[in-house]
């Protein structure tokens, strides 16, 4: 059984890279979809926010990294799997999860959304949280790995 | 991987029967706990929503149903599992299971708590509004397999 | 155009009165709908819950005050009226209203549940709340009409 | 009695045609708002969104699309309408709708916003879903009228 | 300054402790009002669980523990007291906080009900859980102080 | 002790002035932090912003105004400063301010952060719906003080 995660990831947090570990510990394999989402502002590339998922989790067994545009359901038949892992924060915006997981349901019926619950210490991280305090100056090495703190530092410096 | 799920089935509803129709297929096999709350008054007793779900499932592979007291954690441990599915409503006390997925997760930090989304058209059904339904003499032929309409009404009439 | 405002007003408040002023507005009649619950322990019981109602709203034209058991569908049916009146609080279970309202489309197709906001002054007050402030010995004379005061004022003193 | 839907309507679901046609059986009269949210980049123009609204309701009687900009009670007022209309979805931003409702009516005191619930299959349905499903190249047939697809259809030739 | 901190503390978790002494920096002053709610059944007599505060608290200074009945309001001006300090949980009933901190208001308008936020460790502990856990064989010992772990120990063997 | 009331104040609002002249009452000394949100488009500059900040609270005693960016937590060290107030409304989201009240205290850990309900009237006033409201024409002369009625016509007659 092959489950498949997107997401932004911009950047990857501890709270990503938790559910990671542990959505491997309960299907065969897991793909991470990048969304390439073109419209929006990212901090990070999509070839940049790869290689940085690429690095954090280059440890864990049957984990694998890919880029992906388009709808979600095409991503997941291409890479043949029909479970799609979410991370849920207690605060979180868990309408509009709820709603994604409802119309891609309708778009591909076999899919299935599992919610993981995010642990205690992850719970209330964010990418855009953890981009608000870096810009401020601020510490996030407790909020994400220490390959991200390298890649925002040298970020925050070119510009 | 075996995977448990948990409930009070007081009765069993056809948004359950979805859940583990769908759970059945992410995992090798499937549990159903029917807790055996004794503290609280329910329709029906432990052997009759047992019996009630083991009718309704009869035609579905891999897939048991036992009664449990007790933590749940304990028995999940004792059933060699630590994966639990909850199905999660769009009406739904989303704070409540949040709050028992990382309790019980303190408690057995192997243990995974997994949520699946309610389709559509059962999204809004719950044993209580089923139970409130009948009682008032309204038709809960879509909310309910056959074996629990014919239940109730013996319930009833036996009051 | 009928419409009917069901509820258990156990007491009837300044909100309750307020939305039955409003909604009387819209619709050419209006039938307030006291629930018989007979399961639950209400503070008054459906007669003096009925003649609490009809004193406060004896002015009002076009508004009549019935009791009713069974399903609210089926009083509606009875009373040739397919619009249920219900008033929405900020501090409100929304969920709870959204579920019942696809309930009884489920059940009669034809119904429209119409909600209508509570205003500003009003958007706290509940039934339960008159209840527990007036037990602990604090004014309730703004939060409910002078004919429920005297009314709470005979109960507790009966007892 | 007229009542006024407002909206944007960019472009129109499913979803807002059953509110349309419920609305019409409650009131009068029904006048469709669009607004000119000039501030707002949207895919269709005003004059679009108008055009499109008129065909997909053009069987209903006692139904009128008229664009407007400025305060919604201004619009209203010039109507001679007091009653607003919204749809309330499950996975709903209820606080802005309650905030518009109080705002609204502190602005315009006879205003009353009345609020109908989305049925079940329409009850995840969002304007900016199914844009962002088109985009992407999903089937949005199930989500909108045929005369919304081919306008998707040319807009997004168009780009 | 002086401020009341109010609640059943049946029994005081590890997240009132918390409170308490975050609190007692702000204020130079803390009384600690444990409600007699003479209508709920509590699994702790008022006299045990004001026992259990005063050992659990004995260490911190300018703190008091007493017990009350009646109007928190009434309370708080026996007291000298116009702050009421809650604290407030991720998953949290806001909506029920919010409504009293506005009644309480509208009763005695000096009072102010400051909210502070449970800690991260501390936020999904609930007495009603430690309760259910506790009666369900599980270990509380990391949600509430020893003194609390000794006493159900005592409660429940007596049952 | 000194506390902050930190926000963007773009515009200030009654229900600002509200919890400025509450907050006052609690602690000896409070500081109004005006937040440079450099990334962000505001109608009013920084120093239109402290200037209306400063004219409407003249009048109240201990209260100092002030501009900054960077960290919060940073700002309020430098006035010697570890008690945060915030103001709570019904339409609020409460899972920002609890998501933020944490992530502070995990910068700077002897931070409390310190909600005040607001007052029924100022409930569902917010800053960005001010702006809304007084661009289409409508009057804010309730929701907001003198001096800032006076600066958005200026704002806008500028256009």
């Known amino acids: 059984m092959i489950a498949v995660y997107p997401g932004s990831f911009d950047p990857l947090t501890k709270g990503h890279l938790d559910i990671v570990k542990r959505a491997?510990?309960?299907f065969d394999r897991l793909v991470i979809g990048v969304l390439d989402n073109a419209g929006?502002?990212?901090l990070f590339s999509l070839e940049e926010r790869i290689a940085l998922l690429r690095e954090a989790v280059g440890g864990v067994q049957h984990v694998e990294v890919k880029g992906f545009d388009g709808l979600l359901v095409d991503f997941m038949k291409s890479n043949s799997s029909r479970?799609?892992?979410r991370g849920m924060r207690a605060v979180s915006d868990f309408d509009y999860e709820f709603q994604m997981a409802l119309t891609n349901k309708g778009l591909y019926s076999e899919m299935e959304t599992v919610f993981l619950?995010?642990?205690g210490e992850f719970t209330f991280i964010s990418s855009s949280l953890?981009?608000?305090i870096f810009r401020l100056g601020g510490n996030v090495g407790e909020l994400v790995p220490d390959c991200v703190v390298r890649a925002l530092s040298?970020?925050?410096r070119n510009r």
């Open 130 to 132: 953890v981009k608000e």
């Open 154 to 156: 040298g970020k925050f």
């Open 83 to 85: 479970i799609a892992i």
């Open 24 to 26: 491997v510990t309960l």
């Open 117 to 119: 619950v995010s642990r």
């Open 40 to 42: 929006k502002n990212t």
